[in-house]
T-cell receptor, first 116, second 117 residues
Framework: DQQVKQNSPSLSVQEGRISILNCDYT??????FLWYKKYPAEGPTFLIS?????DKNEDGRFTVFLNKSAKHLSLHIVPSQPGDSAVYFC???????????????FGKGTKLSVKP | ETGVTQTPRHLVMGMTNKKSLKCEQH?????MYWYKQSAKKPLELMFV???????ENNSVPSRFSPECPNSSHLFLHLHTLQPEDSALYLC????????????????FGEGSRLTVL
């Protein structure tokens, strides 16, 4: 059973508008969450992360929101640009506060298309 | 030099062949990983090496055999694979356990696309 779910396989957004990518998780032990971005023929690259002690983390045009009670996180991209077109993976990790790095559990990804 | 380099980028092999995938990282990291990405599935962790010791083997069939001769190199030896093993195999590295590094920030290679006939 999937512990990290990205229920939207694809999303299409107009340039300049907001892109919202969603992710749900089932394991309450997860305490660190990450978003990765993947272009075709390249490996995933780290984009932004958030620990479970926060509910928001912002980095430029990218903001991640965490709702622990709903076991839900989302990535907001504002404004969206054509270069943001890629597959976005949500990932979760446990044991951060235990002093060791848990291994990442990934979602299936959401393909974002930003149209000019 | 890119941070994590994987060779070959593409590999086609028969079910009776023996081949190896190679990964090299130039980032000074102390942990390396093999992930598998099959079509329509999430990335699946296969193996984790930390300081050259295998710390995780995620119920991977024995036809996949990892090797980590030093902290910069990681291999995945393949033998008697099945067509369902066709996938993108991604190598990653991280400064595992370092207080300076965000946990889980993996640095991925571009992957090796494997096709088993």
């Amino acid at each position: 059973d999937q512990q990290v779910k990205q229920n939207s396989p694809s999303l299409s957004v107009q340039e300049g508008r907001i892109s919202i990518l969603n992710c749900d998780y089932t394991n309450s032990m997860f305490d660190y969450f990450l978003w990765y971005k993947k272009y075709p023929a390249e490996g995933p690259t780290f984009l932004i992360s958030i620990s479970s002690i926060k509910d928001k983390n912002e980095d430029g045009r990218f903001t991640v929101f965490l709702n622990k009670s709903a076991k839900h996180l989302s990535l907001h991209i504002v404004p969206s640009q054509p270069g943001d077109s890629a597959v976005y993976f949500c990932a979760a990790s446990a044991q951060y506060y235990g002093g060791s790095q848990g291994n990442l559990i990934f979602g299936k990804g959401t393909k974002l298309s930003v149209k000019p | 030099e890119t941070g994590v380099t994987q060779t070959p980028r593409h590999l086609v092999m028969g079910m009776t062949n023996k081949k190896s995938l190679k990964c090299e990282q130039h980032l000074g990291h102390n942990a390396m990983y093999w992930y598998k990405q099959s079509a329509k599935k999430p990335l699946e962790l296969m193996f984790v090496y930390s300081l050259e010791e295998r710390v995780e083997n995620n119920s991977v069939p024995s036809r996949f055999s990892p090797e980590c001769p030093n902290s910069s190199h990681l291999f995945l030896h393949l033998h008697t694979l099945q067509p369902e093993d066709s996938a993108l195999y991604l190598c990653a590295s991280s400064p595992r356990g370092s207080p300076e590094a965000p946990p889980g920030e993996l640095f991925f290679g571009e992957g090796s696309r494997l096709t088993v006939l």
